[in-house]
Each structure stands twice: as C-alpha cells, then as structure tokens.
C-alpha cells in the first residue's frame, strides 16, 4: 500500500479535478489525483472504434465557453466548425421529412406563432435568473414546484409546439422526462448557457469541435501534473475532520489538508465517510440524479447526405433519435452521423437485442436522411450508463423542487471537503466549461483558506 502526504488531494481526474489540480500546482501546493477509472479525462473519451475516431463523451464548444474557449487555446489545441451548409430536416406528427433553414422548424403557421411567444416569455424568465444562484429569484419556489411540461402544456394546447418547446431542455440537454425536472430546472439550464434561445440554436450551442477530440484537454492538463496522478485508484472511503483527510483508494492512501471531490454528485454515496456527512448531504445526495442519453455515432464512406443538400442537422419530437448532425472528423474522407436518443427511449430501445436496438435507430436516422444512413461502415453506441463511474449521460440535475430546496448548498465544502463537477456549474453548467469553472473556483477558495 503507497501512502502519501499532500496539501490537496483530488478525487477524479475529469476535466473539473484536473483544472483544479493545475491550479493548485501552479500556485505551490503539492497535489495527488486519484482516478478510478484506467484513464483520465471522466466523460470526455475520445476513442478508435473499428478505425473510426470517434467522440465517445463530450465534444462541442459553443461561443459563449469562455473557460473551455481559453483552457482549448492555452493548451494549444485546434477547433474546427461543425458541418452546416444546405437544408436541415424536421420530422413532424404526419411523420414526413420536412426540408428548412434557420431555426424554426417547419411546422403551420399557428405552431410557430405559439413557438414564437413561448420563446419570447421564456427567454425573459431566463434573463432573470441568475445561473449560480436560480434558487435566489423570488418565484424560484413556485418555478421549482411546476414540472417542465405541465407548465408548458398550462401556457397552450398545441401539442406540437409544447414537443418541440419541451426537447431543448428535456431529450436535449437534461435528459430526464420533462415530467420528472421542474420549470426552475429547465430555467437553470438555458440561463447556463446564456437564453432559452441559445439552447435552440444548433449553430451556438454545437458550434465547434477539438481538432483530435476533446478528450486532449484532460490528456494534456494530466500531463502537467505528470506522477501526480493515480490511475486505478477508485476512493473507496474518505476520513475526514479539523486536521486534514485521509483517502483511501484500492492501492494507496493519501493524507492531505483538503480533498475535492471531482466526481459527478450522484458518486457520492460510493464513498464511505468516516464519520458520516452531516444530515443536509446524506438527504441533499439523494435528491440529484443522472440523465440518460444514447450517443450513436455511424460513420459511412462518404458524408452522402450533403450530395442532396442536407446539413445533417436533423430534428423530431417523434423520433426515437430526436436530434442528429454531420459530426464527420476534421480532414476526414468518410462522413460520419450522430445521434441522440434520450430517456424513456434509451430505455426502450435497451429492452431490445442489440441487433434489434441497431435496426431500429438507424431506421429512425433514414427518416431524415434516407435508406442510405441504415448502412454504416462502423456503428457505435455510447452507452454512459453502464460505467460504474458515470452512470448516466450527460449530467446530474436535481429532482423535482430539489434545486430551490438544497441549490444553494449543492456546492458548499463540508470542514476540508470541497465539491467540484460540471454537474454543480452555474454558467457552463452540465458542460466541460462548467466544469473548467468549478475546478478554478474551488482551487481558489482553497488557496484562499490555505492562506489565511
Ligand atoms: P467527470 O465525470 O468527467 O469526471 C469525474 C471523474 O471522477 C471520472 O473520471 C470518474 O471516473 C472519477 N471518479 C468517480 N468516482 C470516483 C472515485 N470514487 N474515486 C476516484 N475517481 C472517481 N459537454 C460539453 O461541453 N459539450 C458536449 O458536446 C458534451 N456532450 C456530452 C456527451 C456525452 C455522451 C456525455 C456523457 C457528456 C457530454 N458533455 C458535453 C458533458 C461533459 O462531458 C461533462 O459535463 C464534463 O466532462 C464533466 O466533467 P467533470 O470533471 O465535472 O466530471
């Protein structure tokens, strides 16, 4: 058994314990990442399947991550735009394949109008919330009370415009049930990522990828640090108290001043505390769950759909594959598709052979693209929900009325515990830039009580 002494130990070497623990270094303090899994980087994973690179995890950039914007640069790393000339294709209720530009989807004039103001309303409920701090708007409570889709469904009868309104935040972003997350949830979400309106907009929100993958941010930032993280060392218990922490992985323990936990929140209960949290974690941690979303990725010898025009950004509330785009790699010959298909769904199509599973999401990928898309060279699922370590994709949110009820103590540091995880983010929240911030923000109010 290795045992070490360190200032910090940091407990997951994802993009968020990672940045921290650069900062900490840099600032003078001696650091040890202890990672579970037999790689960095948590749910940035960028991987050769069948000769195909591929972006397992996390892969876009949008204008306004600034963190991840300025880490990208630092490290010296390359972005590319994703793929957006010609058509996209919106599937409506009639279940026909619909050509359109811009941002509203195809559907009657009436639907649009009710999109139209819907957007309107929600995106001045946005620009009233403060992404760190949702739970401080003086109608957090009542916002935290109402589920996403009765509100939606109590401001218009049309039942498509309530679809398409309800996946921004619901299929696309939160993946859970727009029943089971409250409107406060979805708030939180958009004023993360600047407006209601932003998060709709495929072109912000997906706008550039990593030359080489994502996953080279928490490569080169592990790199710096250098022996000072452990591979294979899941924290199995965590001692804690006024004089510092002890952590204890499967093959060494670490005694330091302070621990970061950088893991997603719902991995707390995986570590035993000695003693146990207080009473407001151990009912807190119960309360934030994991999303669930399916990353297809299919790659075809040639991006065939721009031969017709298409983007390949495509689009349907009745889909099984909701949303899917041109994710072709930077310089690549052969053209490759991804997919998303989210909640409920994922959990239908895991009830089925993996054959049938496979059958059944690239025929929904041929609604928008035609029968060409059900014969991929290489065909990928990203499955996050069953990593022991993850458990679910993208992110964790809180329950119904839990954000207003525990928010503002989410990120709180119990004696010389801090928290840090995209999952916690205010801006960039449930994104690597979220995650950049938080660790920035906990290594500085460690060097800060270091200090004192
Ligand atoms: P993360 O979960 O990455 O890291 C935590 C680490 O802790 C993991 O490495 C884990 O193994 C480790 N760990 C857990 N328990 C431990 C224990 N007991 N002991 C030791 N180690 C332990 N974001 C974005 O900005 N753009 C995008 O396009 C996407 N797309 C996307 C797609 C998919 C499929 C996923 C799954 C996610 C995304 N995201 C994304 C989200 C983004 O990837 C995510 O928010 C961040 O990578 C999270 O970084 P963290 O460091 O906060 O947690």
Redesign the pocket.
Known sequence: MVELNRDVVI???????LTAANELKKAGLSVAV????DR?????HTDVIDGAMLE??????SPD?QA?IDTVAELGLETFSRYRDGDSVYVGPDGVAQRFTGEMFPVSAETERVIADITDRLDAMVAEIDPDRPWAHERAAEWDHVTWDAWLRAQTDDDEAVRNLAFATGSAMLTKPTHTFSLLQSLLMAASAGSYSHLVDADFI?DKRVVGGLQQVPLLLAERLGEDVFLN????TLEWGDSGVTAI?DGMTVRARFAIL???PN?YP??SFVPALPRLQHQMHQHISMGF?I?VHAVYDRPFWREQGLSGTAFSPYEITHEAYDNTNHGDERGTLVGFVSDQRADDVFRLSAEERREAILESLSHYYGPEAKNPVVYYE?D?GSEE??RG???ASFDMGGLHRYGADAREAVGPISF????LAGAGY??????IR?GRLVASQILDGARA
């Open positions: 407990v997951g070497a994802g993009a968020a314990g202890l990672e579970a899994r960095v980087g948590g749910r940035l397992i995890g996390g892969q876009w950039v991550q991840l997906l060392q899941a924290v199995r992985a950088a893991l997603a991995l995986r570590i979303v990353k990203s996050w370590w993850t994709a993208y992110a840090a995880c995209s999952d449930q994104h690597v830039d979220g995650a938080m």
